[in-house]
């Protein structure tokens, strides 16, 4: 036992000491490792650093592979989405003039007729005019020079500077200015310029849908019994034409336009109500985040700057808030009461206030400027 304690510390002492002459001959590259490590460290952090680095951070990090897939998928299929909101919707259409508007002449009364011939174009005209103005205007671009803007901070993806509210979108691969979200089914980042459009959209589609789903609630009934009825038929027609031998003769069956007739008021019925239900939950999100004065990205944002300041017994305001009536008056460019009718009812091409590269602020406390930094 003895001898074997002895052996392993001689050894020990032997490579210990063949360390030292290394290190001192510079036999060992222990000198140069440590300095790769230092060098390493110091890229890592002078890459990674900064004052608002926390657990977020490392975990955007660790999703960036998950974040690049989403955002090539997004790219590839925005146009198929866009391709099927047109189809989706010219369909419903097709089959309110074809199937049912002939229905609604023969049996409705006259002034109902008037009401929904009246109500359903003008939602219709709204919804096409605010989908096609959302996919084709640009949400606007913080232009290169820095000149010209009043830069808050520097992209580090696209080395340019970027104004206030102004967010890099990965899948346009540019700065937008106040960047709310990328929508897939417009394949347009919604931003300063095309903001209005898209909530218009949003806006006038559930109302259609809404409208739809309920003035056509009794014929979604109707058409649904109509189908159980033609599938008991159906059943009952195979069991007689097994039993052939007996002379019963098999019972009616329903045309192929009343079958397609019966099937396109289910299809439209049920497309209507799921769109009015899911689009209806996102509108009511926005109508609540401009009613704030703020975008989808900002809400989280100050959300974490609301928190930051609560723990130090501080109320966090945010500074492009103009108040509830305030926010809406911006957001929809209403400037005289007849801009409630001319440019919020009727179809408007006129640009947002401002810019999209100054923003006029409320008042805000030393503490809030990191936020407005943030921003
Ligand atoms: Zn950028
Ligand atoms: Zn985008």
Not at 57 to 74: K, S
Not at 351 to 357: A, D, F, I, R
Request: aromatic content about 14%; some cysteine.
């Amino acid at each position: 036992m003895r001898t074997r304690r002895w052996i392993f510390s001689a050894v020990m002492r032997l490579l210990l000491r063949c360390l030292r002459i290394g290190q001192r001959h510079r036999f060992w590259p222990t000198q140069k490792v440590w300095q790769l490590w230092l060098y390493g460290r110091l890229c890592l952090r002078s890459l990674l650093y900064n004052s608002f680095t926390d657990s977020d951070t490392a975990l955007d990090a660790l999703f960036e592979p998950v974040y690049w897939l989403v955002d090539h998928i997004t790219r590839w299929f925005g146009v198929v989405f866009v391709a099927l909101v047109i189809i989706l919707t010219s369909s419903v259409v097709c089959i309110v003039y074809v199937c049912l508007l002939p229905l609604i002449l023969r049996t409705y009364p006259l002034p109902w007729v008037f009401w929904h011939f009246i109500y359903g174009h003008w939602n219709l005209v709204m919804i096409v005019f605010h989908y096609y103005m959302a996919i084709t205007t640009q949400p606007g671009y913080p232009p290169q020079s820095k000149s010209d803007i009043a830069a808050v901070s520097i992209c580090r993806k696209c080395i340019a500077p970027k104004p206030a509210r102004t967010h890099h979108c990965s899948i346009c691969n540019r700065c937008v200015l106040k960047m709310d979200h990328h929508c897939p089914w417009l394949n347009n980042c919604v931003g300063h310029f095309n903001h209005r459009y898209f909530f218009s959209f949003c806006l006038f589609m559930t109302m259609g849908c809404i409208y739809s789903s309920v003035s056509g609630w009794d014929m979604f009934w109707e058409a649904y019994a109509a189908i159980e009825k033609m599938k008991l038929l159906a059943k009952e027609r195979l069991q007689v034409t097994a039993n052939q031998t007996y002379g019963q003769t098999p019972p009616p069956t329903f045309t192929f336009q009343e079958r397609a007739f019966h099937k396109s008021v289910v299809y439209a019925w049920v497309l209507c109500s799921s769109v009015a239900l899911a689009l209806g939950a996102l509108m009511i999100w926005h109508t609540v985040l401009i009613t704030r004065g703020e975008t989808s990205i900002e809400r989280h944002i100050n959300r974490k700057e609301k928190r930051r300041l609560q723990k130090k017994g501080k109320v966090f305001r945010n500074p492009y808030s103009y108040g509830p009536l305030g926010n809406w008056k911006v957001f929809l460019g209403v400037e005289r009461k007849r801009h409630w009718v001319t440019r919020v009812l009727l179809p408007s091409t006129h640009p947002p206030k401002g810019s999209g590269l100054n923003w006029d602020t409320t008042p805000y406390g030393p503490e809030q400027k990191t936020a407005l930094l943030a921003i």
